[in-house]
Nanobody
């Protein structure tokens, strides 16, 4: 049973940075793709970024050039470096492990989820 624990969220002013971490326990990241999602109040959960074992990376358009995803398989940890944060980035951020090695772009493609970490960007 894989457990994912996010950390690194918090309150930051617009233009600031945060680095989210997602640590896996009880299993391995292995060959599975990993993803970051976010959910703002009253909105659906949206896919923000993903990374495969082989290093293929995807970013949602609104975060391109500002967010950087990476993974350390030995440490069983995935990171999301978030720079130039905007108030519209405010949300609960979740990491998730995909059901297979391929990149997943919807929540249904992921089977293990963290509890989420709150990111709040003030204007």
């Amino acid at each position: 049973q894989v457990q994912l624990v996010e950390s690194g969220g918090g309150l930051v002013q617009a233009g600031g940075s945060l680095r989210l971490s997602c640590a896996a326990s009880g299993g391995i990241l292995g060959i599975y793709a990993m993803g970051w999602f976010r959910q703002a109040p009253g909105k659906e959960r949206e896919f923000v970024s993903g990374i495969t074992y082989g290093g293929t990376i995807y970013y949602e358009d609104s975060v391109k050039g500002r967010f950087t995803i990476s993974r350390d398989n030995a440490k069983k940890t995935v990171y999301l470096q978030m720079n130039s944060l905007k108030p519209e980035d405010t949300a609960v951020y979740y990491c998730a492990r995909a059901r297979n090695p391929a990149m997943g772009y919807t929540a249904a493609s992921y089977d293990y989820w963290g509890q989420g970490t709150q990111v709040t960007v003030s204007s």
